[in-house]
């Protein structure tokens, strides 16, 4: 499956949950969802049993969506959360939450992740000091992530972090807003993680 890049809220009301797609919107309490608590089009209000399969596909959509990942580079990262010791699921979990664009996203650099992986795609993300422009890259513990200093007065980044002051961010992250910097201090616990994803239907749905 190729990125979406159609409307967002739509993919939110069909799933029945906010995947933080919209980032003011939803923190205003504006977003499609909230005005239309249904799936899209004509028949969006009928009621529908859903299959066990049907269950599984939904908690990978979800994830997918909300980290923006395709298919291909979602599967890799089941093998690589596969290979690893501890639980498949939470080791999942714990790789999405290590994506650069996401990290940026978690520190409140972005209102969303589609636009953390803008910046990080542009150039205006620096990991220990050094041009990564790749959202897929893989942070590790101790590194320091920065918006490049051409880029601290960006207006949408400074609203970004204008609205993480209000909202607090990721305890596995320590910022430092007024420097534009932070530090991804660890991998996160899967309890620590606020998803509306069920990643055991996941494994369920690759294991077949």
């Known amino acids: ?37 249904y799936a899209p089009g004509q028949h969006g209000q009928r009621r529908t049993k859903i299959s066990q399969y049907g269950l599984q596909l939904r908690e990978k959509q979800k994830a997918k969506y909300m980290y923006g990942v395709a298919e291909k580079q979602f599967r890799r990262l089941f093998k690589d959360a596969n290979r690893m010791e501890g639980n498949t699921g939470e080791n999942l979990i714990a790789l999405l939450e290590r994506r650069l664009d996401n990290v940026v996203y978690r520190m409140g650099f972005a209102t969303t992740r589609a636009f953390a992986r803008q910046l990080v795609t542009h ?13 897929s890259f893989r942070v590790k513990p101790g590194q320091k992530i920065e918006v490049r200093e051409k880029s601290k007065n960006n207006p949408q980044i400074q609203r ?16 430092d807003h007024e420097k534009a910097f932070g530090i991804f201090t660890r991998i996160p616990e899967r309890e620590e993680v606020v998803i509306p994803v069920e990643e055991r239907l996941i494994v369920e749905l690759y294991s077949k």
């Open 1 to 37: 499956m190729a990125r979406y890049r159609g409307p967002v809220e739509k993919i939110e009301r069909r799933l029945g949950v906010s995947l933080g797609l919209k980032g003011e919107r939803r923190l205003a309490g504006k977003s499609a969802l909230d005005k239309r608590p």
């Open 123 to 135: 150039g205006h993300i620096l990991v220990d000091g050094k041009r990564v422009n790749i959202p």
């Open 160 to 175: 970004a972090m204008e609205l993480t002051r209000q909202t607090g961010i990721a305890p596995w992250v320590d910022v």
